[in-house]
Every structure is written in structure tokens, then in C-alpha cells.
């Protein structure tokens, strides 16, 4: 239960972060990179609490679930469902396709597979 609410809290800071940066961040490196490194990081700990114990490989299946998103970017999905008009579903989703986008998820989910092979070594210490 503990860890489940750990991952809630920072779920919710860096859902909060993102928030903050596209709205108040408007240069040419914290919005564009640094928010989608933070993305990746807070997708993970939005599965983590469902799934609070390891899962095996979780920072690829989070780097899959990134890259289809940016995919489904090429092709429009906003508009696709109807949703182009409104704002929240154009920022939440995005609307252009970047393969720097992709980039910063390899980022983002490279320091989750450190941050997770560190976990690893310190439960195998206790």
C-alpha cells in the first residue's frame, strides 16, 4: 500500500510539473525536451500503482505505449476522433509528430531502467 501511494504522490507532482510547463514554460528546451523526459517517467509511475511490485521490462512497455502515441501524432488522432477543437485533448495528446519527441522517451525511459536496476540491487542487499 505504500508504494502504491508513493507512485500517486509523484503520479500527481509530475502530472502538476507537465501542467506547469505547458503552460508557463515557453523556450526551446525545458517544454519541448525536458516535458516529454517527464512524461515517460510519469506514465510509469501512473501504472506503478495498479502494479506496484516490478515488472519485468516496464520501461519498454512504457517507451512502446510513448512511441505509439507519437505514431498516432503523424496521423492526426486528435482530429481523427473529433476532438481538434478542444485544447485540453491537443495538449494532452499532442498534435505533431517529432522524432525528437521519440528521442527524449528513449531519455526518459533509459534514467526508468537505471532507476529500476538500482531498486533491483538494493532489495538483493536486504
Known amino acids: 500500500m505504500k508504494k502504491r501511494l508513493i ?6 507532482i509530475l502530472i502538476a510539473i507537465e501542467v506547469l510547463i505547458a503552460l508557463f ?6 517544454r519541448p525536451y525536458i516535458g516529454d523526459v517527464i512524461v515517460v517517467v510519469a506514465v510509469y509511475c501512473f501504472v506503478r500503482i495498479f502494479i506496484p511490485e516490478k515488472v519485468h521490462l ?3 512497455y512504457v517507451f512502446f505505449f510513448a512511441v505509439l502515441v507519437e505514431v498516432l501524432q503523424y496521423f492526426h488522432i486528435v482530429d481523427l476522433l473529433g ?4 485544447r485540453f485533448f491537443r495538449v494532452l495528446i499532442g ?9 527524449c522517451y ?7 531502467g537505471v ?9 538483493e542487499e536486504k
Open 7 to 12: 507512485y500517486a504522490l509523484a503520479t500527481i
Open 25 to 30: 514554460v515557453h523556450d526551446n528546451f525545458v
Open 58 to 60: 516496464l520501461p519498454l
Open 83 to 86: 476532438l481538434g477543437g478542444s
Open 95 to 103: 498534435g505533431v509528430f517529432d522524432l525528437k519527441d521519440i528521442l
Open 106 to 112: 528513449t531519455v526518459g525511459c533509459i534514467l526508468l
Open 115 to 123: 532507476y529500476e536496476i538500482i531498486l533491483i540491487k538494493k532489495s
